[in-house]
């Protein structure tokens, strides 16, 4: 009931497209859903994070679309630019307790020029 | 801030050896957490701490890994001895609010 669920594990888009991740979660305790966007060689860095109370968030070309009634969110990158090729990992945690989060196995995204 | 800290970010050693990764997490988080990550496995969970005490170590592989946080600004994970398939980039992160991962201890056991 822990686990969080990411698709896909890769993904190729042109400059200029949409890049969309989805993940989806069991445990319905969670009620923070951060994004974190990982270059090589480099830690994860948090990117966007949504809490329920709201269905999307939007932070310049990424946005955050949140379904509580599916227990999915996704993240989607507009105008995707070959700098944002990075690996992105959806997560899920309980923020109430302060506790671990639970992180999905990570998207690679490549946007060709 | 110079967020999360680690060192060394690179590490070579033999099979046997003791290695101690070192962690210095942002000031004022109550939380740090040691995590590894391989092209296998992914990003795992091995250990954290709330307000220095080891609250969760079930991600622990093995007796040979330890962690110790022995203050706010100070962790340490500890192989001993380390093997082959320990090689991985270790990441230490802190929390308050938001979770923020340091840059890494690539370590290679040979």
């Known amino acids: 009931q822990q686990q969080v669920k990411q698709s896909p594990q890769s993904l190729i888009v042109q400059k200029g497209g949409i890049s969309i991740i989805n993940c989806a979660y069991e445990n319905t305790a969670f009620d923070y859903f951060p994004w974190y966007q990982q270059f090589p060689g480099k830690g994860p860095a948090l990117l966007i994070a949504?809490?329920?109370?709201?269905s999307e968030k939007k932070e310049g070309r990424f946005t955050i679309s949140f379904n509580k009634s599916a227990k999915q969110f996704s993240l989607h990158i507009m105008d995707s630019q070959p700098g944002d090729s990075a690996t992105y990992f959806c997560a899920a945690g309980q923020e109430t307790s302060g506790s671990r989060l639970t992180f999905g196995e990570g998207t690679q995204l490549t946007v060709n020029p | 801030d110079a967020g999360v800290i680690q060192s060394p970010r690179h590490e070579v050693t033999e099979m046997g050896q003791e290695v101690t990764l070192r962690c210095k997490p942002i000031?004022?988080?109550?939380?740090l957490f040691w995590y590894r990550q391989t092209m296998m496995r992914g990003l795992e969970l091995l250990i954290y701490f709330n307000n220095n005490v080891p609250i969760d170590d079930s991600g622990m592989p093995e007796d040979r890994f330890s962690a110790k946080m022995p203050n706010a600004s100070f962790s340490t994970l500890k192989i001993q001895p380390s093997e082959p398939r320990d090689s991985a980039v270790y990441f230490c992160?802190?929390?308050?609010?938001?979770?923020?991962f340091g840059p890494g201890t690539r370590l290679t056991v040979t």
């Open positions: 949504i809490r329920p109370d709201v």
């Open positions: 000031s004022g988080h109550d939380y």
């Open positions: 992160a802190s929390r308050c609010y938001e979770q923020y």
